[in-house]
């Protein structure tokens, strides 16, 4: 996911997760609903943010869980940021992303 993410493929990105998968802040509201809403939201993002790009710093899996510490750049200019991704799965589908930052 995150490949695709970085090559700003919201298709193949959401082609990843379960229809109604979304994407959300830490137990908290849903900023992507369902897989079109998250495609549409991507793309927003990578248009706005055409050099975007998140690296993974480590990564942890347990069960149907995975759980990524990752730096993030806007753009080549900006200040990157910190964020921790757990990705909670349904067999080999992503249901929900949420973003602790």
């Not at 710093?57 to 200019?77: C, T």
């Amino acid at each position: 996911m995150i490949a695709h993410y970085n090559a700003q493929d919201a298709d193949a990105y959401v082609a990843l997760m379960t229809d109604d998968a979304c994407e959300a802040g830490y137990r908290g509201a849903v900023v992507r609903e369902g897989k079109e809403g998250t495609r549409e939201g991507l793309k927003k993002m990578f248009a706005e943010f055409p050099e975007n790009r998140a690296e993974v710093i480590k990564g942890y899996e347990l069960g149907e869980y995975v759980v990524l510490h990752e730096k993030v750049w806007r753009s080549a200019a900006s200040e990157p940021f910190e964020v921790m991704s757990v990705y909670s799965f349904e067999g080999d589908k992503c249901s929900r992303v949420e973003f602790i930052r």
